[in-house]
């Protein structure tokens, strides 16, 4: 029997995981978190709120599935990652807001690394393990969002509601939000380059808006792998929550004698420069990554709250990113400091807005 500690239980993802482990004999929650909202009764631990590393040492668990959203998630990443607990990542912001300490502490603890993001659980299939040096590059592909296809006078009025109209995923606000920018495609393109160990001019982005094919590797052989399934959460939760092995879902087979076309596109970086600032942050290193998460995460707040405008959101982003002193974050206080630094940059910024 394994051992799950689901934080984020009452989130888009944390919902789906509830699914696939009341689903599977194998599979048992030990713990359950959220932010706030009430999770009494789903496990025999439960929290909400606080520091959900003491939690996670009351339930010794054999793997945490981290789907809290945001870098809140960050300190129940380390935990995991320094003590060798198999760790299924959904919070991408952890991995990239932290991404050098995440892995000295993955390499020093030993346990799994494995990721929930449907691209990174596509990569991390085609890769199985291949190292670096076979790789030619890597392809993340994008839907592009509901906004996909526009040009940035057709933006400036674009409200929360619409920005949460997803075409092809249903999610949670901030990564749907995060969608329709693109940030959160420069949020995985910077989490790819942790897990696979690839530098950002080998990580390629296009736009895909079926969201069929979720990343493809091209080989040093001239070889191209490539995942597919149905945009559905479930398939790379079960995943990573049965690894190494592939357990039945209900998602069904993908029928391509129906009628299927594949059709990919580049990205448009000048109506949704938060990708082009992403691999900019991730190739500056240092903290850089850290302060692009921190203020996009208080952008994407305040759009939903009605204080930015959608282009808004781009614009004081790259405006923290200038402020930034980027240096390297030698341990956690620093990263914070980071981190904390960036958000009241922005904060700043809507005040006088
Ligand atoms: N949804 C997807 O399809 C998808 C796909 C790929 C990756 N991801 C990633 O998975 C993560 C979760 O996304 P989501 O869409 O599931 O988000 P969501 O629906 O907004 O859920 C977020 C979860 O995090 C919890 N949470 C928020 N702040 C917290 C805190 N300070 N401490 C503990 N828990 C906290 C929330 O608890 P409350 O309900 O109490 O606020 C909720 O359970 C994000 O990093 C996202 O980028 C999501």
Redesign the pocket.
Known sequence: MKRIAL??????????ALEIIEAHPGLELCAA?????P?DGLAPLTQ???D?TDLLERAEPDLVL?????F??LP?TLWALERGVDLAL?????LVAAGELALSAHQRGGGRLIP???EHSGAFQCLEGRSADQVHSLVLTASGGPFRGRVRDELDDVTPAAALAHPT????????V?SATLA?KG?ELIEAHFLFDLPYDQIEVVVHPTSVVHALVRFRDGATLAHLGYPD?RV?ISYALTYPERSATPIPALDLAGGMTLEFEPPDLETFPLLAHARTAGEQGGTYPCAFNAANEVAVAAFLEGRLPFLGIADVVADALAAADGSAARDLDELIAADEAARRHVEEALKVA
Not at 7 to 16: D, H, N, V
């Open positions: 934080l984020g239980a009452t989130g888009s993802i944390g919902r789906q978190a959220s932010g706030s909202q999770v909400a709120g606080g959900l981290n789907a809290v959203v945001g809140a998630g129940a959904a919070n991408k912001e952890s929930v993001d449907s995923w249903n999610m949670g606000p901030k990564i749907t995060d959160n949020l959460m790379p």
